[in-house]
């Protein structure tokens, strides 16, 4: 297989229901590192913690990239990192007790595709014409729903759409859930938070991935959130193989 290109486009927005915007995202292409990372606590914890957890990973990866040669290892170590640096600076400062944030990230390793993610960010494939969810949301809701004790028309009108069940740095130590996918050219990654997912349905974020050129996805995605309520902020971070 010939050297793979990767196109990477990221928009974020605060929407319109909140002061700041929350939510952290890199875009690293010497690394091959993507990611999207949503806050959560306080008045600052949440933009503190989501934008400690991307500089945290980026760091683990420029010191340990060539060391460290199993992806797996290398991801499952960095989550760890930062879950341990939130935390950490959560506990010298009370006005950030209890901060912590989901984190969704792509590692493009030269072969494959690395998904990997704790929280309610999620991760989705795009294959012309087709939109596949890769990541499990680590929510109450998503947990209720598995379990039978919700239906996708309860789901709807849950009130406790925004308790996560796993983030990085709420506790010292986080579980990851990483998966593999062998590159392919054509391939689309989506990252987003739930700003997107929550408002924006699955059909409809299909619908402007088969109609709009991949330099305009990203904007047309958070245009299509704010209309539809803009109730969280909104990140969406789209990486093309070519």
């Not at 992806?71 to 935390?87: C, D, V, W």
């Amino acid at each position: 297989m010939g050297e793979m290109q990767l196109n990477v486009w990221c928009g974020s927005d605060k929407g319109l229901r909140r002061e700041s915007n929350q939510d952290s995202f890199l875009l690293n292409r010497e690394l091959g590192l993507f990611i999207v990372a949503d806050g959560m606590g306080g008045h600052s914890g949440g933009e503190v913690a989501s934008s400690l957890a991307v500089k945290s990973v980026e760091d683990f990866f420029k010191k340990n990239q060539k060391s460290i040669r199993s992806p797996r290892e290398l991801l499952t170590k960095s989550y760890a990192e930062a879950s341990l640096t939130i935390f950490s600076e959560a506990a010298k400062d009370p006005g950030l007790a209890g901060m912590g944030t989901t984190m969704v990230l792509c590692y493009f390793d030269g072969h494959s595709m690395f998904i990997a993610n704790a929280g309610d960010s999620r991760a989705y494939l795009y294959r012309k014409p087709y939109l596949w969810q890769m990541t499990e949301d680590h929510s109450l809701m998503n947990e209720q729903l598995r379990a039978g004790i919700i239906n996708d028309e309860q789901a709807r009108n849950f009130t406790s759409r925004n308790v996560i069940t796993r983030s990085v740095g709420y506790e010292k130590e986080v579980a990851v859930d990483i998966l593999e996918r062998q590159a392919q050219s054509g391939d689309h990654f989506l990252l987003c938070s739930d700003g997107l997912s929550g408002l924006v349905p699955d059909v409809m974020i299909t619908e402007i991935l088969n109609r709009t050129p991949a330099e305009r996805v990203t904007d047309i995605c958070i245009e299509r959130a704010l209309s539809n309520g803009g109730d969280d902020n909104v990140t969406v971070l789209l990486v093309q193989l070519a």
